[in-house]
């Protein structure tokens, strides 16, 4: 075995589908004296730059074929990635079939994600399935004590740089390239089995994979002493992970749980009524429809401002100059909204920690989708609530009717009980929560605290009683 030693590299073999940056990486690596072999379109690009590279089909003595199906599934590629180099009977299979070794392999894959993100049809989505990257991938990672697997162009200058400054790539970084090799080879292949899954309606799988790219090491977890990290899926859905940060500190894993309970919230209400929706702890502390936006978020503010400090803002429209100036009024930690106007993003940029976010569009509430929850051995995954408050026919069992305005305000208590962490119960009047009890053991004990939030609410608005007389109630 060849742990721990320095492997020079001597051939390398590319064949990449993103071609960012392999010119350049070539040109290095043939005036380090790498020999190159390539395939296809990379050949083509790093041949056009001058550099000395051999096509695939010189190592094997096969064309490509079947429409580029098959051209590195050979034994000439995958003896040279697998063989053990100090092993007596793999080098006499090698002299026999006249097998070259491959030191360094560069593969990146067919970009299925994107095919299927662009809503491709079912026979393109197939082409793009990758059979020979991965082939090669895992062979050259399973083979780390030989053979460098690079599948990420970030990784480029970190293997020149290995190369000019000790010859060869180290045992520890070539176990670094193989364990993201495999990482990206398990999450290509679960992506493709959930397509499959998704596509054929195919719920009981027999087996499941759930993976993500990272986007980010987050300072801790949920608390100080919690590691954390942010991955994303692929999924296109507008939300925390799609959205685009205009300003502030990164956010902390609490920020995005609580910024995507927020816009999860208020993708339920129809962009062409105002909305604005306040969280705390990803429970809702103040919800409110308006004339405006700053009509909506100032009656939301109104249900539970203690709370509200501190917390997440989300908007179901742009938000404006307007409804900006009243939120920095309060110290705020994330405001998310499909889109802002200049005057918007002037006002929020005086205070500089506060994280906004655009997410260009809502939520589609009723799409499909599943959420996953980790359990102690296991995983409980189930459909997205896709369930409308606005579309459910309610019974009504009293002899008292409700008027049209009470029965708006009962859709809307239920759209927000929704959200709420159960035992919830949500008090609502002329178009806003004025009451929210939340995550009590008992729907009474909820009750309670949704009634004492109205009191204290009222009183800080100079108002007699409670905010919630009058009012509807709704409950999970």
């Known amino acids: 075995m060849s742990d721990g030693k320095t492997i020079p590299i001597r051939r390398a073999l590319l064949s990449v ?43 094997t003595g096969f064309p490509e074929m079947m429409d580029g199906r098959v051209k590195t599934l050979h034994p000439k590629v995958h003896g040279g990635l697998l063989a053990v180099r100090d092993n007596p009977a793999h080098r006499a299979s090698m002299d026999e079939h006249q097998i070259g070794a491959i030191d ?5 894959l067919y970009p299925f994600e994107a095919t299927i993100a662009k809503g491709a049809s079912y026979e393109e989505t197939i082409e793009n399935i990758d059979i020979g990257g991965p082939a090669m991938i895992r062979s050259a990672a399973k083979n780390h004590a030989y053979v460098t697997v690079v599948v990420d162009p970030n990784d480029y200058e970190a293997v020149l740089e290995s190369l000019r400054q000790t010859g060869g790539i180290p045992y520890d970084l070539r176990q670094k390239f193989a364990a993201k090799a495999y990482a990206r080879t398990a999450n290509y292949d679960a992506t493709i089995s959930n397509w499959f899954a998704s596509t054929l309606g195919y719920q009981e799988m027999p087996y499941r994979s759930f993976s993500g790219h990272l986007k980010e ?22 939300g925390v992970a799609t959205a ?11 920020n995005l749980n ?53 917390g997440i803002i989300a908007l179901n429209g742009e938000l ?16 998310v909204a499909p889109s802002a106007t200049d005057e918007a993003v002037r006002l929020i940029a005086a205070k500089k920690n506060l994280r906004f976010l655009v997410t260009g569009s809502l939520a589609d509430p009723q799409a499909a989708g599943l959420t996953v929850k980790s359990l102690a051995g296991g995983l409980l995954v189930q459909t997205r609530d896709t369930g409308r408050i606005d579309e459910l026919e309610l019974k009504v069992v009293t002899k008292k009717q409700p008027t049209a305005a009470e029965l708006a305000d009962l859709k809307l208590a239920m759209k927000i009980a929704k959200h709420v962490k159960s035992n919830a119960i949500i008090y609502v009047k002329d178009g806003a929560s004025v009451g929210i009890g939340a995550g009590q053991m008992s729907r009474l004990d909820s009750s309670r605290v949704a009634h004492r939030k109205s009191i204290d609410a009222a009183e800080a608005a100079g108002i007699e009683g409670a905010l919630t007389k009058g009012s509807v109630v709704a409950s999970d």
């Open 258 to 310: 609580d910024t995507d309970a927020a816009f999860e919230l208020i993708s339920e209400f129809d962009p062409a009524v105002p909305a604005v929706a306040i969280i705390k702890h990803a429970n809702p502390c103040g919800v409110a429809t308006g004339t405006s936006l700053k009509d909506a978020y100032l009656k939301a503010l109104r249900c539970d401002p203690v709370s509200a400090f501190g």
């Open 17 to 59: 589908f993103d071609k960012s940056g392999v010119a350049d990486f070539a040109k290095e690596l043939a005036r380090l004296g790498v020999e190159l072999v390539s395939t296809g379109g990379t050949h083509k690009l790093i041949a056009e730059t001058g550099v000395a590279v051999r096509d695939i089909s010189e190592l």
């Open 104 to 108: 360094l392999v560069v593969v990146n």
């Open 320 to 335: 404006d100059g307007d409804t900006a100036s009243e939120i920095v009024k309060t110290f705020t930690e994330v405001i």
């Open 244 to 254: 685009q940060q205009l300003q502030g500190k990164s956010l902390s894993y609490n």
């Open 217 to 238: 090491v987050m300072r801790y977890g949920e608390n100080p002493h919690q590691w954390a990290a942010f991955y994303t899926t692929g999924e296109q859905r507008p």
